[in-house]
């Protein structure tokens, strides 16, 4: 635990501080994305939630993404993967592969408009 990330054993001693940082971000992307005039539907908007809170995991346990293929974002439009981006930053520990996942959420959400 050298390098600040958790083992599995320790994910569960942080499972509050897990959760509050889902929540937070959660919070905090929806309001990013009502400014911006996109709302989930229901199902987005679970998708999302589970997405986010899987990130918030990811950040305080140091988890790795398995490998993702950056072409296969290359359709996302410029405005979801900049917002998409913005929520990684929020984080401010996440890899880019976070985004690229994390766009196709506000992607398809923006169909609903």
Not at 20 to 37: I, R
């Amino acid at each position: 635990m050298e390098n600040g990330t958790v083992t599995n054993n320790d994910t569960v001693d942080r499972t509050a501080e897990i959760a509050e940082l889902g929540e937070k971000m959660l919070a905090w992307t929806k309001d990013l994305l009502k400014q911006h005039d996109i709302v989930p539907n229901a199902v987005q908007e679970q998708m999302l939630s589970s997405h986010v809170r899987a990130m918030a995991l990811r950040s305080i346990t140091g988890e790795p993404l398995p490998e993702v293929d950056a072409s296969l974002f290359e359709e996302i439009s410029q405005d979801s993967m900049n917002l998409a981006k913005q929520v990684v930053a929020k984080f401010g520990n996440l890899p880019v592969e976070e985004s690229w996942l994390l766009s196709v959420h506000f992607e398809v959400a923006k169909d609903n408009i």
